[in-house]
C-alpha cells in the first residue's frame, strides 16, 4: 500500500480491499461447485442465463456486506481517516448492460446465490461499458467508459476453460453428417465474477467471455512486411468485446452485434455441453440436469447451436436432439414494441453462420408442416408465423426460433404477458398455448434496500425484526405500525437524512443548492419518448407558469436522469430540453423558492443507489401498454417513496398490493388508449381544451426555453401536435390533477410517512427472490421422467 508511508492512495484501498474479500469469495465459490457437482441428478436443474447484458454496478459493498465484513473493515479505514461509505464511491460501476433488462440479470444473479441455486450467469465482457454521459452547452455528449482502466480485482481469469467460435465459411456434407468449416476461428476465454449470497455461503457464478485469436499473428504476411495483415486476427478479436452495443429502438441489423451475440452463445453452449460431459460422460441426463433461460431474443441462437452440437458433434438423430433442446431452453420477452423485435437478414445471417441458417430452416420446415396440418383452414397462417419473414428482405425472426425452440415464454409483469398473448405472439399462442406464462420481475432487497438505504432497513429491524432480510414478505407486518409516531418518525428522519445526503452531491457536482424540505420528485431511467419524461417536462412548465401567476404550490425539486441512445434525436432533444428548461426557471427569483429542475448527469447504478432512497415521489408515467414491467418503480416504492403513475406494467400489480388509495394512478388505461387510437385521435384538441396545456406548450413551441433558436423544438412539438404517438396529450389533464393531489398529501407530512410505509409495507413480493423462485419452480424444474 502506502510504501512511503503517505495518505494512502484510494485505489490502493479499493485493491487491498477487494482482495481481501476475494479470498474468502473463491473459498465459498470453490465450495458451491462442488455441491453442485454432487448434486443428485433429477432433483434440480443448473440454471445458465443467458444474456447480452449484466448491469452489475460496484462490488465491494455487496460484497462485505455479504461476507459480514463491512464493520471491520470500517474500523480498519476509520483508524486511517478513511470513511467506508466514501471509499465505496470510489469503485467503478460495471455497467456491461443498457437499462432494465441488464439490471434485471445482475438482480437475477444475486437471487441465485441466495436462494443457492446451481447456477450460472453468461455474458460478454465488454471492454468498454455504457457510454459515459456528459453535458455540454446542455447536450448529450457520450464518452467511452474505460470500466477496467484500473484493471478488476473482482474476475478470476479461468484460462483452462477456452472454447473455439467460428464464423463463416461453408458447411459440407461428411456422410450422413453435416461438416461446418469455418473461415474464422476465434477463441473464446472464460473470466469468472463470483456472486454471493448474503446468508447461507452459497454463490452463483457470471462467466464472461473474453475473444482472443486463435492464431496470434499470421506469420506469412508478418515475413511479407505487411504488418496490418499479420495482426488482423487480433484486430478481429479485440473488436468483438470493443463494446456494448446501445438500445436505440432502431434494430439496424449490424454484422458485429450478431457476431457479439454468436460468440455469446457459442462459448457458453461448449461450456454448458463440456461441463455436463465431465461430469457424467454422457449426454443422456443432460435435460434432467440442465435448464437454459434466453433473456430477450438476444442468445435466440442458443437452440440452434446446442442442435449444431448434438447433431454434428455428439452424433444425434434429429427428434431425439430436438426433444432434448425443447426441455432445456426457456424466453423471456422484456418489450411489446414490434418495431424492437429483433430480426437479421437472411444473407448477413447465413454468410456469418452458415450452419446454422441450415438448421433454422430445417426447425422452421417441421414446424411449418406442423401448423399447416393444425391450422388447415388458415392459409396465411404459416406464414405470419415462419422463422423466416419473406415480406420484403429476407429475414430472420428471432422471437419465432425463441418461442418454437422454448418450452415456456413469459413476460414480466401480469399486463405485458396478457398483452404479449393476444398482440405480438398473439399467431404462437394459438399454436402452443401452454407454452405462455407471466413471471412478474422483483428487484434485490440486498442492492436496493439493506445497502442502499441502511437507515431504512435499521428502522424496520427496530420496528419488526431482522426476518425480513431473509425473506421480503415479512415486511408486510409494517402494515399495523402505520399509525405508530415512533416509527413514522424514524422512517421520515431516514428520509431526510438521505434526502440531504443527494442534495450534497448535486450541490457538489451541479452547483445547484436545493431545499431539502421540499418535495423531492424523481424520473430516473433511460430516455425514450414512450417512457414520457416530455410530459414530465410539460408539468413542469405549467408549475412554474401557475407559480408566476401567484399559485401557492408546495415547494419541490424535480429531479430527472437518464441516457439518450446516441442515435435516438428525439430523446436527446429531451435531454436538451430539460437542460433550456432548468437554465430558464431555476434562478427565477419570482419561482425559484417553490420549484427547481435537477438534470443529474450519468445515470447509472451507484447514482439509483444514492437517488431513489432520497425520492418522495416516483414518476411511473409511460403510456400504458408500453412499459413491460419497469423495475424502478419497485425500487423506489421498496424505499417509501409514493408513485406517481400510469396503469402500466408492475405498477398495476403495485398498485393492487399496497391498495390503489396508495398510489396516485391517473390517466388512459389500456383499452382507452386502444379505444381512442381507432376512433382517430387528433391531439390538438387537447389545446383547445385545456388552457395550462396550451400554454405550457406554446412556452416550448413559440421557443421560450430556446432564445434565438424557436425551432429547436420543432421536432418534438410537431409530433405532439400531428401524431402524439404516446398520448401525452391526453393524458396532460389527468396528470396535473394527480399532482395536485400529490401537494395536498405532501402538506400533511405524517399522514404523507404513513402511506409510505403502506408502500414499503406491500412489496414483499417484488422480491427477485420471489421471482427467481417461481422461474424455478415453474420453467427451470427437472422435465418429468419418461
Ligand atoms: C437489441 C439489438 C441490438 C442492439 C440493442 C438491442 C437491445 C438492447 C437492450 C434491445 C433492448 C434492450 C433492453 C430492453 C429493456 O431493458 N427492457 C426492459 O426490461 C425490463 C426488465 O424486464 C422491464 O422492466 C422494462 O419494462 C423493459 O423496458
Known sequence: ????????????????????????????????????????????????YLSMEFLIGRSLGNALAALGLAEPLAELLAGRGVSL?????HEADA???????????ACFLDSFAELGLPSFGYGLRY?????TQRIRDGQQVEQPDDWMRDGNPWEVARPERRFPVGFGGSVTADGERR????AERLVAAAYDLVVPAHHGGRTSTLRLWQATSADSIDLEAFRRGDQAEAGRPLVAADMLNWVLYPDDSTRAGRLLRLKQEAFLVGASLQDIVEREFSERGTLDDFSRRNAIHLNDTHPALAPAELMRLLLDEHGFEWSAAWALTRQVVSYTNHTLMPEALETWPLEMFGQLLPRHLEIVYEINERFLADVRRQFAGDEAMAGRV????????????????????????NGVSKLHSELMVQTIFADYAKIFPERFHNVTNGVSPRRWLMQANPGLAAAIDGAIGPAWRRDLTRLSALKRLAGADTFLGEVAAAKQHNKERLARLVRAELGIAVNTRSLFDVQVKRIHEYKRQLLNLLHVVARHQAIVAGAPLQPRTVFIAGKAASAYQQAKLIVRLAHDIAAAINDDPRSSALLKLVFVPDYDVGLAETVIPATDLSEQISTAGTEASGTGNMKFALNGALTIGTWDGANIEMAQAMGEENMFVFGLRVAEVQALKAGGYEPARYLEREAALQRAFAAVADGDFSPGEPERYRTLTDELLHRDTYMLMADFGAYVDAQARVDELFAKPAAWTARAVANVAAMGSFSSDRAVAEYAERVWRPPPQP
Open 1 to 48: 500500500m502506502d510504501q512511503l508511508g503517505g495518505p494512502p492512495d484510494v485505489a490502493d484501498l479499493l485493491r487491498a480491499a477487494a482482495h481481501a474479500c476475494r479470498e474468502e469469495l473463491t473459498r465459498r465459490w470453490a465450495a458451491s461447485q462442488a455441491q453442485d457437482r454432487a448434486r443428485s441428478g433429477s432433483a434440480v436443474r443448473r440454471v445458465h
Open 85 to 89: 461509505p466514501d471509499l465505496l464511491e
Open 95 to 105: 455497467a456491461l448492460g443498457n437499462g432494465g433488462l441488464g439490471r434485471l440479470a
Open 127 to 131: 471492454r468498454y461499458g455504457m457510454f
Open 179 to 182: 461438416r461446418w468449416i469455418p
Open 386 to 409: 415462419s422463422l423466416i419473414d419473406e415480406s420484403g428482405e429476407r429475414r430472420v425472426r428471432m422471437a419465432a426460433l425463441a418461442i418454437v425452440a422454448s418450452n415456456k415464454v
